[in-house]
């Protein structure tokens, strides 16, 4: 028997894709942005930071870096709890990604700051610059410009990697897709079309990011 494809459901059920697509957007958003924020602090505090920081920041990058990012969301969203700390399904969704990321973007930037000639470090200091402001001025941005397309990659790969906090019940695109094959039961076409979205998300945001780099570094080109 010859399957016939019916995307006629679209109609009835776009409204759930179009939420599940903002929540999704919600979630790389919020988690991006404090993701690499928390990924430069731990950066510094690795390469530059005072002796008793670094083995703590160490500790947590090895950890993150080395176990599943669904245990890390099921931790926090089932096991917290435990402790008396209950968080809602888009907060667990959101610091998961945002502690995941952090770990992730923490060593490429390091990478970035490592690569930095020694040469800054003494001309900054030179200006009577401190420690923070030698690192803001000097190394940071270089640091960033080196290193921003393998950490717009790290991003695009956070935000596909969302699909899996559809398991805490958190109503992203994924959950959207569960839903409409649950109720339709047509699951190559709901799956089909939530692959497309997700690749289209996938070379929007790396777009985007592309632009924000040549915003951000327009003396060298972000390829």
């Known amino acids: 028997m ?46 530059l930071g005072p002796r008793w920081l670094r ?17 890390q969301l099921f931790f926090l969203f089932f096991g917290l709890p435990s402790l008396g700390i209950n968080l809602s399904e888009f907060t667990a969704a959101n610091l998961a990604m945002v502690i995941n990321l952090g770990a992730y973007s ?18 900054g200091a030179s200006l009577a610059m401190i420690r923070f402001q030698v690192f803001r001025h000097v190394v940071l941005i270089p640091a960033l410009q080196r290193i921003w397309p393998a ?50 998300m996938a070379i929007l945001l790396r777009q985007m990011l592309r632009g924000v780099g040549y915003v951000l570094f327009p003396k060298k080109a972000v390829r």
């Open 151 to 200: 950490l717009s990659s790290q991003i695009v790969i956070v935000m596909l990697g969302s699909a899996v906090v559809s398991q805490i019940a958190a109503e992203d695109l994924t959950f959207a897709a569960n839903f409409i094959q649950s109720r339709t039961f047509r699951a190559f076409e709901a799956y089909f079309v939530s692959t497309a979205i997700y690749l289209a």
């Open 55 to 71: 083995p703590v920041v160490s500790t947590y990058v090895e950890l993150i870096r080395n176990t599943p990012f669904l245990i």
């Open 2 to 47: 010859t399957y016939q494809f019916d995307f006629g459901w679209m109609a009835e059920y776009w409204p759930v894709l179009l939420s599940g697509i903002r929540v999704t957007l919600e979630l790389i958003a919020i988690g991006g942005v404090l993701g690499v924020a928390l990924g430069i602090g731990c950066a510094w505090a690795r390469a």
């Open 106 to 123: 923490c060593e490429i930037v390091r990478a970035g700051i490592q690569a930095t000639p020694a040469g800054q470090y003494e001309a």
